[in-house]
């Protein structure tokens, strides 16, 4: 199918649809997507902690089952040692290897969180996630605020929603050189200030980039931990 941002701008959970396109076939077992990039979270930083609090358990889907390899969906249904020390997930009954299923209901995109727990005290105890980037923010957003931390990108909403930032598979964002992600992230940012904050639509095409803000991309400055450029910052870049 052919990408057009009018045509997936499907963010409402509560209406039964998602911002997703999904393709499985169990008899082969293939459970794959389109469209949404994957983003990978493995640090946790205020933002994150932010929107790791609004997620929701629930029980593995489909959808889940295309966040971890093959062999490691028996893990989504396995129960965490500190719910069950005989899972089949736990080692040596304290130790720990199991997924955790979430859903984030702003936008109804699955989560898997990855457990590392080391056997014993006073080892390494730590969650990592998975999840998918939305094609759009919601139909009443409107952009506010971009944040760049540890490597992720986010967008705040003027409603205070944060979203990590909408991204199209294939397109992925980074900051701090001269690339394809650079590019990719400001002729996102462009659109974003073009449209008072209003089109936040993934798939910006690369030449629609306004060259201050590509520079800002490409530039040191950007690479320095956290960054947050307002849509006034933004516009400010497109008018200099």
């Known amino acids: 199918m052919t990408y057009e941002a009018r045509d997936l701008n499907l963010t409402d959970p509560t209406k039964g649809y998602l911002n997703f396109v999904l393709y499985t076939e169990a008899r ?78 702003e936008f109804g995109l699955p989560v898997v969180g990855k457990h590392f727990k080391h056997v014993g005290a006073g080892g390494t105890d730590e969650w990592t996630y998975k999840t998918y980037a939305p094609l759009d923010l919601r139909p009443d957003d409107t952009f506010s605020r971009f944040i760049v931390s540890r490597g992720l990108f986010w967008a705040r909403t003027e409603k205070g929603l944060l979203s990590i930032l909408p991204q199209r598979n294939g397109l992925g964002y980074n900051i701090g050189y001269n690339g394809g992600g650079p590019h990719a992230l400001a002729a996102y940012l462009t659109q974003v200030a073009a449209t008072d904050g209003q089109n936040t639509a993934a798939g910006a095409p690369y030449e629609d980039a306004h060259p201050a803000i590509l520079a800002w991309t490409q530039s040191s400055a950007a690479d320095r931990g956290k960054s947050e450029l307002t849509l006034h910052d933004l516009k400010t870049m497109q008018q200099g």
């Not at 902690?49 to 997620?55: A, E, F, G, T, V």
């Not at 889907?61 to 093959?70: F, G, K, R, S, W």
């Open 28 to 105: 082969l077992s293939v459970a794959s997507r389109s469209l949404n990039a994957e983003v990978s979270i493995e640090t946790e930083t205020p933002h994150v902690q932010d929107w790791l609090h609004r997620l929701v358990r629930c029980e593995p889907n489909a959808m889940h089952c295309t966040l971890v390899d093959q062999d490691k969906i028996p893990a989504l249904f396995h129960p965490c040692v500190e719910e069950d020390k005989n899972s089949p997930s736990a080692i040596s009954s304290s130790g720990c290897v199991c997924r955790r299923t979430l859903y984030d209901p």
